[in-house]
Nanobody, 112 residues
Framework: QLQASGGGLVQPGGSLRLSCAAS????????MGWYRQAPGKQRELVAS???????NYVDSVKGRFTISRDNARNTVYLQMNSLNPEDTAVYYC????????WGQGTQVTVSS
């Protein structure tokens, strides 16, 4: 249903763009977003975008991350700039429409 990609190893201060490609129209979902889970920590919501465009970010990424959607490509993106080691985690794409849908995780490692 959801295919996440774009993770990798990046130096502090660098950028990555994550992609979440859906197998169906993303307009059918009430909300889509990205969660992350670092080792030993709970999964947390990083950013979300609602069907009609409202965006939400966790405080720690505000001003650095941007979530966007391309309805024609049925894809949601997470542009991540000014990355720091605390952003290291497995990132999961999520969608909600009556129930939760999850993509496979993509590893983001920020290290020098």
């Amino acid at each position: 249903q959801l295919q996440a990609s774009g993770g990798g190893l990046v130096q502090p201060g660098g950028s990555l763009r994550l992609s979440c490609a859906a197998s169906e129209r993303i307009n059918s979902f009430e909300i889509m977003g990205w969660y992350r889970q670092a080792p030993g920590k709970q999964r947390e919501l990083v950013a979300s975008i609602r069907k009609y465009g409202t965006k939400n970010y966790v405080d720690s990424v505000k001003g650095r991350f941007t979530i966007s959607r391309d309805n024609a490509r049925n894809t949601v993106y997470l542009q991540m700039n000014s990355l720091n080691p605390e952003d290291t985690a497995v990132y999961y794409c999520h969608a909600f429409r009556e129930s939760d849908y999850w993509g496979q995780g993509t590893q983001v490692t920020v290290s020098s």
